[in-house]
């Protein structure tokens, strides 16, 4: 099954000169070349030799980059631009920043943040500031917005990397996080379809399920697509996700055990995705890697399977030359027909010309010149708007003690119990700059060292605690990132040594800069405050409110209460 393109029409936009371009390079093509173009793997890192192997092996279409140092990404986009007769799309993971695609990058803010402040301008800036940071290396692809819904607060991939939970939030959020990063001449890529956040699971180890109905899908979820689709969403990218009810619904003749994700899913992507939501842009699988595909068939029916199913690019590879391999024999068995394969080219070099990388390789300007890297990461501006976002974001769930706020001059003694800090992107270490602007604020801290006292906290008095120290903050950076199951506190063993088993003898204060949901783990927690980020900009704001320099305005995109009324008192 095949569908019609229309390359003048949304969201290629192209002329008759960029058509030609496209039917001209298609037809000049090999079978090979074409089956390299469908290709989006993850690139090794900056060796020349490295990248010049994957070159050789799959001639792809695309490639994406985690961060690296700016120059280094810089220099190996440009030799990847230099060796390509075609040129490539090039991708990164621009969720919360310039930082997802340069180690210098402005670790802007998850998306969750922006929500909080209520002002669409802030996720704006974040698509700005992401796109400028990313173009100076030669990006051209954002792998974002996330315009997934946080329904489940078990979820542990999709949490702060959303804008919550409210379908006109999300629409709005990511409707102005596009448009900044559309400014900057750099195609976003819309992501999960067809909704995560619903299961408590993570696709990155098993295919996962979003549970709505038909028509509450229609309702939240699909509307969200519909309207991103119609504001000029380049792409979309595919998680490995099913959704009985729509599947269903499209093959009544489906029973349960043969669904499958949505990348696999010819109902979901032909079906729901270009038919229901009329999207002609160019469909990309998320990860293929991932526990959510590899578990669905055999890596050699699924990898050929992907693209006849209906997906144009396939994101990543276990090992290159065989699903190089298992594509072509795909095509050869007749799994995947030249039809299906010419449709799947033609919106990828739809893009190609959409974002003028055919005039802009002519011309020697796919990668940016190095000062462009000091230009951008020397704009003061993109600093203040982070900071903005975080003042304006940072939340005070509850203060039923009326802990808040503190004064160095008298509660000068903190103790600090930090949470999750290892994990994440870019949150590594960020309790270290928190207490830095504790004791910069005037304080004394102290952070519990969870190995010392294994066994010694039996010990420990009540006299002593409330005699040695003033309050005491719960520091929790807990991230969502791949390949976990939970999103929770982890107490330490032998009975929890880290728990606040004096949380009615001194202040106690909670602060979460990963994920919101806290109280679930913590519900006697009498004070919260969310930051959703644990950017510079974000704890130096924090901070500020703890001590009254600033109010508290962000507003909870989500229910950090967790549905439970224990938690609220």
Same mark, same amino acid.
């Given at each position: 099954?095949?569908?019609?393109?229309?390359?003048?029409?949304?969201?290629?936009?192209?002329?008759?000169?960029?058509?030609?371009?496209?039917?001209?390079?298609?037809?000049?093509?090999?079978?090979?070349?074409?089956?390299?173009?469908?290709?989006?793997?993850?690139?090794?890192?900056?060796?020349?030799?490295?990248?010049?192997?994957?070159?050789?092996?799959?001639?792809?279409?695309?490639?994406?980059?985690?961060?690296?140092?700016?120059?280094?990404?810089?220099?190996?986009?440009?030799?990847?631009?230099?060796?390509?007769?075609?040129?490539?799309?090039?991708?990164?993971?621009?969720?919360?920043?310039?930082?997802?695609?340069?180690? &210098?990058?402005?670790?802007?803010? /998850?998306?969750?943040?922006? *929500? =909080?402040?209520?002002?669409? $301008?802030?996720?704006? !800036?974040?698509?700005?500031?992401?796109?400028?940071?990313?173009?100076?290396?030669?990006?051209?692809?954002?792998?974002?917005?996330?315009?997934?819904?946080?329904?489940?607060?078990?979820?542990?991939?999709?949490?702060?990397?959303?804008?919550?939970?409210?379908?006109?939030?999300?629409?709005?959020?990511?409707?102005?996080?596009?448009?900044?990063?559309?400014?900057?001449?750099?195609?976003?890529?819309?992501?999960?379809?067809?909704?995560?956040?619903?299961?408590?699971?993570?696709?990155?180890?098993?295919?996962?399920?979003?549970?709505?109905?038909?028509?509450?899908?229609? &309702?939240?979820?699909?509307?969200? /697509?519909?309207?991103?689709? *119609? =504001?000029?969403?380049?792409? $979309?990218?595919?998680? !490995?996700?099913?959704?009985?009810?729509?599947?269903?619904?499209?093959?009544?003749?489906?029973?349960?055990?043969?669904?499958?994700?949505?990348?696999?899913?010819?109902?979901?992507?032909?079906?729901?995705?270009?038919?229901?939501?009329?999207?002609?842009?160019?469909?990309?699988?998320?990860?293929?890697?991932?526990?959510?595909?590899?578990?669905?068939?055999?890596?050699?029916?699924?990898?050929?399977?992907?693209?006849?199913?209906?997906?144009?690019?396939?994101?990543?590879?276990?090992?290159?030359?065989?699903?190089?391999?298992?594509?072509?024999?795909?095509?050869?068995?007749?799994?995947?027909?030249?039809?299906?394969?010419?449709?799947?080219?033609?919106?990828?070099?739809?893009?190609?010309?959409?974002?003028?990388?055919?005039?802009?390789?002519?011309?020697?300007?796919?990668?940016?010149?190095?000062?462009?890297?000091?230009?951008?990461?020397?704009?003061?501006?993109?600093?203040?708007?982070?900071?903005?976002?975080?003042?304006?974001?940072?939340?005070?769930?509850?203060?039923?003690?009326?802990?808040?706020?503190?004064?160095?001059?008298?509660?000068?003694?903190?103790?600090?119990?930090?949470?999750?800090?290892?994990?994440?992107?870019?949150?590594?270490?960020?309790?270290?700059?928190?207490?830095?602007?504790?004791?910069?604020?005037?304080?004394?801290?102290?952070?519990?060292?969870?190995?010392?006292?294994?066994?010694?906290?039996?010990?420990?008095?009540?006299?002593?605690?409330?005699?040695?120290?003033?309050?005491?903050?719960?520091?929790?950076?807990?991230?969502?990132?791949?390949?976990?199951?939970?999103?929770?506190?982890?107490?330490?063993?032998?009975?929890?040594?880290?728990?606040?088993?004096?949380?009615?003898?001194?202040?106690?204060?909670?602060?979460?800069?990963?994920?919101?949901?806290?109280?679930?783990?913590?519900?006697?927690?009498?004070?919260?405050?969310?930051?959703?980020?644990?950017?510079?900009?974000?704890?130096?704001?924090?901070?500020?409110?703890?001590?009254?320099?600033?109010?508290?305005?962000?507003?909870?995109?989500?229910?950090?209460?967790?549905?439970?009324?224990?938690?609220?008192?």
């Amino acid at each position: 099954m095949t569908n019609k393109i229309d390359l003048h029409a949304n969201p290629f936009y192209l002329t008759d000169e960029d058509i030609r371009w496209v039917e001209e390079t298609k037809e000049n093509m090999s079978t090979e070349e074409k089956v390299g173009q469908l290709f989006c793997p993850i690139a090794p890192g900056p060796d020349k030799a490295a990248l010049q192997d994957v070159l050789d092996t799959l001639h792809p279409g695309g490639m994406m980059f985690r961060a690296l140092p700016s120059k280094e990404i810089q220099g190996a986009q440009r030799y990847l631009q230099e060796k390509s007769a075609v040129p490539l799309l090039l991708a990164a993971n621009l969720e919360a920043g310039g930082n997802g695609v340069m180690s &210098e990058g402005t670790y802007f803010g /998850y998306p969750m943040e922006m *929500a =909080a402040t209520g002002d669409t $301008v802030h996720a704006y !800036h974040l698509g700005k500031v992401s796109a400028a940071e990313g173009n100076a290396t030669g990006c051209n692809w954002a792998f974002s917005p996330i315009v997934d819904r946080n329904v489940n607060y078990l979820n542990p991939i999709t949490n702060v990397r959303t804008y919550g939970d409210d379908t006109d939030t999300v629409i709005a959020m990511s409707k102005a996080f596009s448009k900044g990063v559309q400014e900057e001449g750099m195609a976003v890529a819309i992501k999960h379809f067809p909704g995560d956040g619903m299961d408590y699971r993570d696709q990155h180890l098993h295919p996962t399920i979003n549970s709505c109905s038909a028509e509450e899908w229609d &309702e939240t979820y699909g509307e969200i /697509y519909r309207q991103l689709i *119609a =504001a000029g969403a380049e792409s $979309v990218m595919v998680g !490995h996700i099913l959704q009985p009810a729509w599947q269903q619904k499209i093959n009544p003749d489906l029973a349960l055990e043969d669904l499958l994700p949505a990348t696999l899913a010819p109902e979901l992507l032909q079906g729901l995705l270009r038919e229901h939501l009329g999207f002609n842009g160019l469909i990309i699988t998320d990860a293929t890697p991932m526990g959510g595909f590899t578990n669905a068939m055999s890596r050699r029916e699924s990898v050929p399977h992907a693209i006849a199913a209906g997906c144009d690019m396939f994101l990543f590879n276990r090992n290159m030359a065989e699903d190089f391999q298992f594509m072509l024999d795909g095509l050869n068995k007749g799994l995947l027909t030249e039809e299906r394969l010419d449709e799947a080219v033609t919106r990828i070099l739809a893009l190609k010309a959409h974002l003028k990388l055919h005039l802009r390789q002519k011309n020697g300007t796919l990668v940016p010149e190095e000062s462009a890297l000091q230009e951008v990461l020397g704009r003061n501006e993109f600093t203040e708007w982070a900071e903005d976002a975080a003042d304006k974001a940072a939340t005070l769930v509850k203060d039923t003690q009326n802990a808040l706020p503190l004064n160095p001059a008298t509660q000068k003694r903190l103790l600090l119990y930090v949470f999750g800090d290892e994990w994440g992107y870019f949150g590594n270490g960020s309790a270290k700059l928190f207490k830095s602007l504790l004791e910069d604020a005037g304080f004394t801290v102290d952070v519990f060292d969870k190995e010392a006292m294994r066994f010694a906290y039996i010990d420990i008095k009540r006299a002593d605690i409330v005699k040695q120290y003033d309050a005491v903050i719960y520091y929790a950076n807990i991230e969502p990132a791949s390949n976990k199951s939970t999103l929770r506190m982890e107490w330490n063993w032998p009975m929890a040594s880290n728990m606040p088993w004096f949380i009615h003898d001194l202040p106690v204060i909670g602060v979460a800069t990963g994920s919101p949901y806290l109280l679930q783990d913590m519900p006697a927690l009498k004070t919260l405050v969310n930051g959703y980020t644990a950017a510079p900009a974000m704890l130096k704001a924090i901070v500020n409110k703890l001590v009254g320099k600033s109010e508290f305005v962000g507003k909870s995109p989500i229910d950090p209460f967790c549905g439970m009324w224990q938690t609220k008192f």
